[in-house]
């Protein structure tokens, strides 16, 4: 598994909810391009050499991921229905090795079809969004449906959901989660970006005021976190996410526990938060000294990370503190030096986008296999 | 470490100015402590300009006040500018902002003093308040967008970066999207301008979105909308929304704003019959005139 620390090191944090940033796109295409390395191979067994369908698989094994993408947006969606039912067919082939071909061939189509379908979410293209999200979805469904613990559905899941995570696009990661649960079977991840979803759209909506038409549910969350943790209960992500739940739906003395595991041997960002969630917690309950000491303890673990800086000055503003908050916003502000990415709380708000491309690179190699 | 200010017991936010600060000494001749209120008042969306300090009523917890006018010229303004410079605002929206925040300078007095704020996921101090306009200049140069959008924690910064002089603060926001990475919530931004005296001012440009639908394709919207935050934000402190409708536009949005600020009224009032601590509603109202007062919604003494 990819660390968080890595992670955040790696991943390009450019979340959008609106109309902005492109960038994150591109970072995903330009990931998605360089691990596409196949020797050629016709589908020969499946469809016919001269397929469009066929022709747009070869190239973008061959690494022609752009050429891919045009020639697939020349085949009217007929042809290409009719190109997926026989290579599906082909994939119940008991007939030499035609289905482990076929499976092979769906796992480029899966992916082609995500990185079209994420093209069109960049464009708001609702309509193109769901149809090539089900059609790659399709294909993922019936690798599954051979074995429910194959890494590439659950992958590709999981990766479809942080990508959804990281463009605020709830409801779907939402739907996305529940046709995983069902169809690629229960892992601590899935977990987490079920729970993830839930937290994300209540904290929308609760603590940011956004009108968002996927409320969330801290109770499913809080359950899917538990789930977690009884999978895997060294999961320190689920433990520090069940913390904040248990934070804002009200049980601080349940947090105050939880939070408190959280720290001691874990990596810095994980302790950060914690703190920085331990901070929130004790503003919540009226004593704004304990959350000063707190957002300090935070601001000790890594001193360049702005957040810290910013929850401390508000505590100490609503102390009376004015010149000491004015003090403690120039301390964070004034170094512009600072890259933007490096607060593990920007990753924590994206849910698990920040893992996106680390699934990504799980599924190319997946590819190469 | 001492955190803690030295003069909380005295100090009624920064709202509250005590006399002896204040430049202009004869309206001020006491220690007594003061309120000030920025006041704008505007009839069918005009300005009203001659209005004397007897044109207005004004309420503290419901109990009228003695308000005396404050001459704008012998305040100081301190400009607080907090831009947005997240990844959609790269590009020709950039450029006009550059344009716009430098063309804002022309329209200010010497002595005047301007910060700059930028925010993108981080927030950073370009440049603390200063009157030296070179500084100021070079410091928009350096602007760059990219990244993700922490609104609230920036206006926060903006607000906590208010200084306990005696001069006016206008906290101009420059966005055009949604925030999508602050850690401060709504309320606490709300809660802390409440306790400065600081008037917010946005300038939005609205948000375009694209609607698909099988028969009429892609059909492009643009929505008029500055989000909870931001209205919450001005309302709570007397200022507006200005929506500008285009990157061409973001000039002319910026000079109104500055050119309604110093078209206000600036009240002030030495408090009676009210309690010493607290949060106080405020009200001001016109005395046999037509218009809509605007004015912040009340102050925490402390």
């Not at chain 1, 094994?61 to 009719?82: C, M, T, V």
């Not at chain 1, 119940?92 to 289905?99: A, F, K, P």
């Not at chain 1, 959804?164 to 939402?174: E, H, M, T, V």
């Not at chain 1, 004593?287 to 707190?294: I, L, N």
Request: aromatic share 8%; charged share 25%.
């Amino acid at each position: 598994m990819v660390g968080f620390g890595d992670s955040l090191r790696t991943f390009l944090l450019h979340g959008r909810r609106g109309s902005d940033v492109m960038i994150a796109r591109r970072t995903f295409l330009a990931v998605l391009s360089t691990g596409a390395v196949f020797t050629t191979s016709a589908l020969s067994a499946q469809l016919a050499p001269t397929s469009p369908y066929a022709h747009v698989l070869d190239l973008y094994r061959a690494g022609q991921e752009q050429a891919a993408r045009r020639a697939l947006a020349e085949i009217p969606s007929a042809e290409i229905e009719w190109s997926q039912r026989i290579l599906l067919k082909a994939f119940d082939s008991t007939v030499g090795d035609e289905s482990p071909r076929a499976a092979a061939s769906m796992r480029v189509a899966a992916l082609i079809h995500t990185e079209r379908a994420i093209a069109a979410h960049d464009r708001d293209n609702s309509p193109e969004f769901r149809y090539q999200v089900r059609m790659a979805r399709t294909y993922v469904e019936k690798l599954a449906s051979r074995d429910r613990s194959a890494p590439f559905p659950r992958t590709w899941c999981l990766m479809t959901m942080a990508y959804l995570q990281g463009r605020f696009s709830l409801r779907a990661a939402k739907e996305f989660g529940d046709w995983a649960h069902d169809s690629v079977g229960d892992s601590p991840e899935l977990f987490l970006a079920i729970g993830a979803t839930q937290e994300m759209g209540w904290t929308a909506q609760h603590e940011e005021g956004a009108d968002s038409p996927f409320k969330g549910d801290l109770k499913d969350a809080e359950r899917a976190y538990r789930n977690a943790l009884a999978a895997q209960p060294d999961f320190v992500e689920a433990r520090l996410r069940l913390g904040r739940v248990l934070t804002l739906h009200g049980d601080t003395e349940g947090a105050v526990r939880v939070l408190a595991e959280v720290g001691e041997g874990s990596e810095a960002a994980y302790g950060y938060l914690a703190r920085m969630f331990e901070g929130d917690l004790f503003e919540r309950r009226g004593d704004d000294a304990e959350a000063e000491r707190r957002y300090l303890a935070a601001t000790a673990l890594l001193p360049r990370a702005q957040t810290a800086y910013v929850a401390l000055a508000h505590v100490r503003h609503t102390l009376g503190a004015r010149a000491a908050a004015a003090a403690t916003v120039r301390a964070t502000t004034l170094d512009t030096s600072v890259p933007d990415a490096g607060d593990p709380w920007f990753w924590y708000a994206r849910g698990l986008s920040w893992r996106a491309n680390g699934y990504l690179a799980e599924l190319k190699e997946m590819m190469r296999q | 470490m001492s955190w803690r200010g030295p003069s909380r017991s005295v100090v009624l936010a920064a709202l509250v100015v005590t006399a002896t600060v204040v430049v202009d000494a004869q309206r001020f001749t006491s220690r007594a402590v003061g309120v000030r209120v920025d006041v704008l008042v505007t009839n069918g969306g005009q300005l009203v300009r001659g209005l004397s300090a007897h044109d207005f009523d004004v309420r503290d917890e419901g109990v009228p006040q003695t308000v005396s006018q404050v001459e704008l010229e012998q305040i100081l303004l301190n400009l607080i500018l907090v831009f947005d410079t997240s990844g959609s605002v790269a590009g020709d929206r950039m450029r006009a902002l550059l344009e716009a925040g430098k063309a804002l300078l022309d329209g200010l007095r010497d002595q005047d003093r301007v910060a700059l704020v930028s925010f993108s996921t981080r927030v950073r101090l370009l440049t603390p308040l200063t009157s030296n306009r070179q500084q100021i200049r070079a410091a928009f140069d350096t602007l760059d967008a990219h990244d993700a959008t922490s609104l609230r924690d920036a206006a926060f910064a903006g607000l906590a970066l208010r200084e306990s002089d005696p001069g006016r603060t206008l906290l101009l926001i420059f966005s055009d999207g949604d925030d999508t990475s602050s850690w401060l919530t709504t309320p606490k931004v709300i809660e802390t301008a409440k306790r400065t005296d600081a008037v917010v001012y946005a300038v939005v440009v609205p948000n375009q979105r694209v609607f698909w639908t099988p028969q009429r394709g892609a059909t492009i919207h643009t929505i008029k909308d500055a989000g909870k935050f931001l209205e919450s934000l001005t309302e709570e402190t007397g200022g507006r929304v200005l929506f500008a409708s285009s990157n061409s536009d973001l000039r002319a949005a910026f000079t109104k704003t500055l050119a309604e600020f110093h078209d206000r009224y600036v009240l002030s009032y030495t408090p009676t019959g009210v309690s010493a601590t607290g949060w106080h509603r405020l009200e001001v109202k016109l005395k046999g005139k037509s218009g809509k007062v605007t004015a912040r919604r009340g102050y925490s003494a402390e």
